[in-house]
């Protein structure tokens, strides 16, 4: 697959933790060294709200991160939504798509996670048909513009409203080798109300198996979280402190051994995704050491 890593599993941020500006940090240029001596080796920079970053500054953080061994992804614009029927918001969200592309690179990385569309007055069936379609056209886009270098991660989504179900980010990798999945677990478990447990990770994992090409999940992209849901899917986001929310780590991490996946792993916890995101990589490392 063009564009892949190499053959290690990462563990990172999204953002930068409560504990990074209480060490009196405060820029995110800083932020790659950080999280290297923290023992991290993957870094997601959030073009949520636009994507603002110039070039300059993405090429210091890439050199910063190529010296430091951490790979950097990118989120991008929160409002990118494929199944809105105005043509002229479609090419806004190409466009999003495009620039996400082009810093990314800058950034020293090659991916950029995505939430495809929200069903909105369509109704979910004409919502996912309109997003399939236009799925296909944003592969001829990414060609035509010379990113097929770069990864794009459509995400499972934690809201029953979104367009973002297991089935269907697979059928929408299953489109071309640019797509890979970016598989939010605590959205799964939040969209279907807590389901998530050791057989309901099994599932996952293999339903990816059955319905992907085996390097897409092998190198898939992880969110991971703990996140408090209601009748409606996702409220909000929450720390591993919680006790009542899920889901755990650990069952992955075993599911991950036991198939040899290597994905990269960005934790979104509210805060503490730093120090969550070490709890994870331990976690993995005691997952190899008992098998």
């Given at each position: 697959?063009?564009?892949?890593?190499?053959?290690?599993?990462?563990?990172?941020?999204?953002?930068?933790?409560?504990?990074?500006?209480?060490?009196?940090?405060?820029?995110?240029?800083?932020?790659?060294?950080?999280?290297?001596?923290?023992?991290?080796n993957a870094?997601?920079?959030?073009?949520?709200?636009?994507?603002?970053?110039?070039?300059?500054?993405?090429?210091?953080?890439?050199?910063?991160?190529?010296?430091?061994?951490?790979?950097?992804?990118?989120?991008?614009?929160?409002?990118?939504?494929?199944?809105?029927?105005?043509?002229?918001?479609?090419?806004?969200?190409?466009?999003?798509?495009?620039?996400?592309?082009?810093?990314?690179?800058?950034?020293?990385?090659?991916?950029?996670?995505?939430?495809?569309?929200?069903?909105?007055?369509?109704?979910?069936?004409?919502?996912?048909?309109?997003?399939?379609?236009?799925?296909?056209?944003?592969?001829?886009?990414?060609?035509?513009?010379?990113?097929?270098?770069?990864?794009?991660?459509?995400?499972?989504?934690?809201?029953?409203?979104?367009?973002?179900t297991l089935e269907?980010?697979?059928?929408?990798?299953?489109?071309?080798?640019?797509?890979?999945?970016?598989?939010?677990?605590?959205?799964?478990?939040?969209?279907?109300?807590?389901?998530?447990?050791?057989?309901?990770?099994?599932?996952?994992?293999?339903?990816?198996?059955?319905?992907?090409?085996?390097?897409?999940?092998?190198?898939?992209?992880?969110?991971?979280?703990?996140?408090?849901?209601?009748?409606?899917?996702?409220?909000?986001?929450?720390?591993?402190?919680?006790?009542?929310?899920?889901?755990?780590?650990?069952?992955?991490?075993?599911?991950?051994?036991?198939?040899?996946?290597?994905?990269?792993?960005?934790?979104?916890?509210?805060?503490?995704?730093?120090?969550?995101?070490?709890?994870?990589?331990?976690?993995?490392?005691?997952?190899?050491?008992?098998?």
């Amino acid at each position: 697959m063009k564009g892949n890593i190499e053959d290690i599993i990462r563990f990172g941020p999204s953002g930068n933790s409560n504990e990074f500006f209480e060490e009196g940090y405060k820029h995110t240029e800083q932020a790659i060294a950080w999280v290297a001596e923290k023992g991290l080796n993957a870094y997601e920079y959030s073009f949520g709200k636009g994507v603002s970053i110039s070039d300059a500054k993405a090429a210091q953080i890439g050199a910063q991160a190529a010296a430091c061994g951490v790979k950097v992804s990118v989120h991008a614009p929160y409002y990118i939504n494929l199944a809105n029927p105005s043509e002229e918001m479609i090419e806004k969200s190409l466009g999003y798509l495009e620039s996400s592309a082009t810093k990314v690179r800058l950034l020293g990385g090659n991916r950029v996670v995505f939430h495809v569309a929200t069903e909105g007055k369509a109704g979910r069936e004409a919502a996912f048909a309109l997003s399939l379609d236009r799925m296909k056209r944003l592969t001829e886009f990414i060609y035509e513009k010379g990113l097929d270098d770069v990864l794009f991660c459509p995400e499972t989504m934690g809201k029953r409203g979104q367009i973002g179900t297991l089935e269907e980010i697979a059928e929408f990798c299953a489109i071309d080798k640019v797509f890979v999945p970016t598989i939010d677990f605590g959205h799964l478990n939040a969209r279907d109300c807590g389901v998530i447990n050791r057989e309901g990770y099994g599932y996952i994992i293999e339903y990816l198996l059955d319905n992907m090409a085996l390097e897409k999940v092998k190198y898939m992209h992880v969110h991971f979280s703990k996140i408090m849901f209601g009748a409606k899917g996702e409220i909000k986001h929450l720390t591993f402190a919680d006790e009542e929310y899920g889901p755990c780590f650990e069952p992955l991490a075993e599911q991950l051994v036991k198939h040899g996946l290597l994905p990269t792993i960005l934790c979104e916890s509210d805060g503490t995704q730093a120090k969550d995101a070490l709890y994870m990589k331990n976690a993995y490392i005691n997952a190899l050491e008992r098998q």
